[in-house]
């Protein structure tokens, strides 16, 4: 499911839904897998990266009550709705991201 982030309008899409709320920031982090292996003439193991760990994507929003003296527990729900198919789901999804701040990170 692609995730596409529109910062001029301060939208965020997750599918076909716009969440609720005013997207304000996003942070993107990620590590690299290492593995020690042998090399021949060498007694100590040699740290080499073999591939990337899935990135992690931290979106931040604010979310406004609808009407006043309201709350935001529908809004909530929505993203419920979204990223947590169900209460007893334990891995979580994953979603294509796109964004022109990611594709600079390739």
């Known amino acids: 499911m692609p995730i596409l982030i529109t910062t001029d309008a301060g939208q965020v899409k997750v599918g076909e839904t716009v969440l609720p709320g005013v997207f304000e920031s996003m942070e993107i982090s990620g590590s690299v897998k290492t593995d020690e ?57 994953v979603y294509q991201f796109v964004n022109r701040h990611a594709q600079a990170r390739n």
Do not use: H, M, W
């Open 37 to 93: 292996v042998e090399i021949a003439g060498k007694e100590e193991k040699v740290t080499q990266a073999v591939s990337f760990e899935n990135a992690r994507i931290r979106l931040t929003a604010a979310l406004v009550p609808d009407e006043e003296g309201g709350d935001c527990t529908d809004q909530i729900a929505a993203y419920q709705k979204v990223f947590r198919k169900s209460p007893d789901q334990e891995k979580p999804g």
